[in-house]
């Protein structure tokens, strides 16, 4: 979930709550007010009748086109005292001038004469209007709630959209970013100061990155080069040693296992050399391969070497693949993948090799279980041990594949292997 | 959060609920002492024909109806704020000094009908319609349309 959307939702969710609330609250309150005006002229009425009536004046005519209605009657002591005062009710009326019982606001008030007499008023005011005007208020309100709504929850989405401007420019250059390529200008322009920060940050620490790489990178390029001279002396004066006569069995048993881990070490070296050399692109000239061709030779190459393992080879070409790239990687490639299928295979196994329009899938029967597909082509990975085997192969395939944008992935499906290689049209 | 939001709406509607003013009917004994002694002096033969209270949430104030029809009205400690005689005339003595001689000079033919005073000035009405005001020193400040 972006955050964007994160702070969006929460935002309406607190609106709509704090809306609902308010609105609420200012309906009850417009209503409360409604009545308490309806009320007062209702006692306004009342007190005029009452000061008219009490000074012998001549009383407003009943039916005056108003709707609001009014008798007075007399009513004895035990009544007035018991009903003392003003009483508010809600009921039916009959309305004379207009020949109909309505729902009225009623105020009843006893009041007494100079001779004594108590006397009961009932003034009515029709409520019909009130209810109207309720109805009124009511959709406004939900109206205004709703346009309130829309318009904080999409000016609050505008704002966060640009104020986070410059925190998407920077993930998107992170995305970009990876180590290895050339590290690109960050033109992130933020007038904030935690997104500047930020960039800082994270520009300081990608740079510091680059930079470790590519020491570590010189370091053990150096490193295999260095070691290649000392160990082919190394070598050679083994070779020297066992020639010597004066050797006896034992030591020359002793000197053929040095002889076995120096030439272990050698390989490993060159391995490392050429990985180094893939990676730092020193593979600079290319020509255009076709795989067929080159997979044909080295399977006639390596059914040879494993015959005595009895593996069945099936070569099965659906469609003529061509890449561009380096000959050598090529081999080196090809070479290994083959190698692995042959060499991670049980007696009597079966390897398959099927081109098709996409690509290449060598397949073959797996001597021990399924590899850790997310560990496969890191260096020195090996499922298990084997003699003869610098754990090195696939991270050169993989370095290989990446220089050239060929896709490769490993699954394992019946027992079997699986290397899938994607070959970009050219 | 929620219950907040509870309260909060029952508290604005008990105060406006509180803020709606209530009627109530009261009897002459329960008025405060200077509102009765008012009505002694200038109605003293004239019977209420009913009184009440009106409370607010932070007033209070009193409402005494007269069987000749007069209102008078008082605020929370007795002190008469407005007395409306309509149908006859406000009695003597109530007005001030200063604004009765006032009224005699220039509108000697009329009477006074009604008379309120708040914390700002005097208003009064006279039969003929005329309607007058005057500050709280008793000073004539102009006519009220």
């Known amino acids: 979930m972006k955050l964007i959307y994160r702070v969006i939702s929460r935002i309406s969710v607190a609106l709509l709550i704090l809306m609902a609330v308010w609105a609420t609250a200012f309906y009850f309150i417009i209503i409360d007010e409604i009545n308490d005006e309806t009320d007062d002229t209702l006692e306004d009425y009342s007190e005029h009748i009452i000061t008219r009536a009490l ?79 309720q109805e009124t208020i009511l959709s406004w309100i939900v109206t205004l709630y709703l346009i309130l709504l829309f318009v904080i929850i999409g000016l609050n989405a505008w704002i966060l959209y640009r104020s986070f401007k410059p925190m998407y ?42 930079e470790v790489y590519e020491q570590q990178k010189v370091f053990i390029g150096h490193a295999s080069h260095e070691m290649q001279t000392p160990l082919a002396i190394c070598q050679n004066r083994l070779e020297l040693l066992v020639n010597n006569a004066d050797v006896t069995e034992s030591q020359l048993e ?7 881990t120096l030439d272990h070490i050698i390989k490993l070296n060159k391995t490392l050399l050429l990985l180094t050399k893939i990676e730092n692109d020193q593979f600079p000239d290319q020509k255009e391969i076709v795989v067929n061709d080159l997979l044909k030779k080295l399977i006639d190459d390596y ?79 090996q499922g298990a041990k084997k003699e003869g085997f610098t ?17 490769i992935r490993y699954n394992y499906k019946e027992k079997e292997h699986h290397f899938n290689l994607t070959v970009p049209k050219i | 959060m929620k219950r907040f939001f509870l309260s909060l709406t029952c508290l604005i509607l008990v105060s406006t609920a509180a803020f709606a003013g209530k009627d109530k009917a009261i009897t002459v004994d329960q008025l405060p002492q200077t509102a009765r002694q008012f009505i ?18 932070f007033d209070k104030s009193y409402e005494v109806i007269l069987v000749n029809g007069c209102k008078v009205e008082f605020d929370k400690k007795g002190e008469w704020t407005d007395v409306d005689c309509k149908y006859s005339e406000v009695p003597a ?53």
């Open chain 1, 303 to 381: 059914s040879e070497v494993y015959t005595y393992q009895n593996i069945s080879v099936s070569f099965i070409e659906n469609a003529v693949v061509k890449v561009r790239m380096n000959d050598v990687l090529a081999s080196v490639l090809f070479g290994n993948l083959l190698k692995n299928a042959f060499a991670h295979n049980h007696k009597d196994g079966r390897v398959e090799v099927l081109i098709t329009s996409n690509g290449v899938e060598f397949s073959n029967t797996a001597e021990l279980g399924e590899l850790d597909s997310s560990q496969i082509f890191t260096r020195f990975y």
């Open chain 1, 55 to 133: 000074a012998g004046e001549e009383l407003p005519s009943v039916d005056n086109g108003t709707n609001n209605t009014y008798y007075i009657c007399e009513v004895n002591r035990e009544h007035a005292i018991e009903h003392e005062g003003v009483r508010y009710s809600e009921d039916m009326i009959y309305i004379e001038s207009k020949g109909e019982t309505e729902p009225a606001r009623i105020l009843k008030t006893i009041f007494r004469d100079s001779l004594n007499r108590y006397y009961e008023l009932t003034v009515a005011i029709p409520t019909i209007e009130k209810e109207d005007l």
């Open chain 2, 40 to 57: 002694k002096e200038y109605f003293a033969a004239i019977e209420v024909s009913y009184a009440k209270m009106e409370s607010e949430v």
């Open chain 1, 169 to 210: 420019s920077l993930l998107r250059w992170l995305d970009r970013f990876s180590v290895g390529k050339q590290l690109e200008p960050l033109n992130n322009d933020a007038k904030i100061t935690e997104f500047r920060k930020l960039n800082d940050a994270v520009l300081r620490s990608a740079r510091r990155n680059v």
């Open chain 1, 391 to 407: 754990g090195l192969g696939l991270t050169l395939a993989a370095s290989i594949c990446k220089l050239y944008g060929i896709g």
């Open chain 2, 93 to 145: 003595g109530i007005v001030p000094q200063k604004i009765q001689e006032f009224i005699t000079k220039n509108q000697p033919s009329a009477k006074v009908i009604e008379i309120d005073r708040d914390s700002r000035d005097y208003e009064l009405k006279l039969d003929n319609r005329v309607e007058l005001k005057f500050d709280l020193k008793e000073n004539f400040m102009g006519y009220d349309d």
């Open chain 1, 254 to 260: 002793e000197i053929i296992k040095i002889k076995h």
